[in-house]
């Protein structure tokens, strides 16, 4: 009589550590999602910031030394002051995508776990390749967010130079390339922040299953 309660008493037992296994593991995976959604949320808002702070300031510059007899040491002083701004905001940009990248790493991970614990070897085997060829779509995107990050930096560290060709063209009254030089790095941060919109997209769609 005792056997016959054993047996189906470990069955069950196997069957809801089983279970519960599962359970944990599809919990984390779905926590894993959650995490990168919100990285790439904070990624986002601060891209928004930076482009609009950075674009605005390039531009307000301009407008400033296209006045007729601008004070150029008033927007030198200006102009320091937002930059330094955009520079804070910029900085945090790059932590946010640091934490996209190792969430990211994180998410694919958890992923191919749940996949692993596929019993049926076919299913198995097709959904890790799935999750191989989003990864890799996935990493490629994250690749060009990141070449873009680069190219923001030279960008920013043009207008640390631009602002000491400002500060001597106090002396110089030399506006013309000035203006030319703002025009340059304006143009190239509209187009790289646009970039840099695209990878949040392509972010958000991967954990909501669109990837």
């Given at each position: ?42 990624f986002e808002k601060n891209r928004m910031k930076l482009s609009n702070n950075l674009v605005e300031s390039l531009e307000e ?131 790289l922040l646009s970039d840099l919109a695209v990878f949040t997209e392509a972010g958000r769609n991967l954990v909501e299953g669109?990837?």
């Amino acid at each position: 009589m005792m056997k016959r309660l054993v047996l189906p008493f470990l069955v069950l037992t196997i069957g809801l550590t089983f279970f519960s296994c599962k359970t944990r593991t599809t919990n984390s995976a779905l926590k894993k999602g959650e995490v990168l959604k919100s990285n790439l949320n904070s990624f986002e808002k601060n891209r928004m910031k930076l482009s609009n702070n950075l674009v605005e300031s390039l531009e307000e510059a301009k407008e400033s030394l296209t006045a007729e007899n601008p004070n150029i040491p008033e927007v030198s002083k200006d102009f320091e002051k937002e930059w330094r701004g955009i520079m804070n905001r910029y900085d945090k940009l790059k932590k946010d995508f640091d934490r996209v990248g190792e969430s990211s790493q994180a998410y694919f991970g958890q992923l191919n776990e749940l996949s692993g614990s596929i019993n049926s070897e076919e299913l198995r085997t097709s959904e890790l390749a799935k999750n191989k060829e989003l990864e890799a779509r996935w990493s490629k995107t994250y690749k060009k967010a990141g070449d873009s990050i680069e190219k923001i930096t030279q960008v920013l560290e043009s207008g640390n130079d631009f602002h000491m060709v400002l500060v001597a063209s106090s002396i110089r009254q030399k506006l013309e390339q000035n203006v030319a030089e703002l025009n340059n790095m304006a143009e190239q941060a509209k187009v790289l922040l646009s970039d840099l919109a695209v990878f949040t997209e392509a972010g958000r769609n991967l954990v909501e299953g669109e990837g």
